[in-house]
């Protein structure tokens, strides 16, 4: 590892691969990512870190050719991913969103109210 060796902190990595794909500006391949940081960890640890980060809606990726890119995920992106993971996780998915819609300030009603008439016509 970069540092002589030395061991990361919990949570170190993710946010160093989080880090260097904001400072590239570009979507990334998992051995870009790895030269940004330190090319003495293992192709794989990055590959993982980048992995996990994508299934907790941190990232977004593209396929490119056998590999992955990897960008950083917008604040949206995020929140949308987190409401879905919360939906799935659940097995009272009208539940979870009767809270939600019940905790949404007067002024974002009107708000889910368009979007869901745009989806239902989406269809």
Known sequence: MA????????????????????????PSTPA????RISADLAYTTVMTTLVRLHEKGLLARERDGRAHRYWVADAAEVAAARMRQALEASDRRDAVLARFVGDLPPEDVPVLERLLRDAERRG
């Not at 002589?4 to 902190?9: F, W």
């Open 3 to 26: 540092g002589g060796g030395a061991r990361r902190a919990r949570g170190d990595l993710e946010r160093e691969v989080l880090a260097a794909l904001t400072a590239a500006g570009a």
């Open 32 to 35: 870009e990512v790895r030269e």
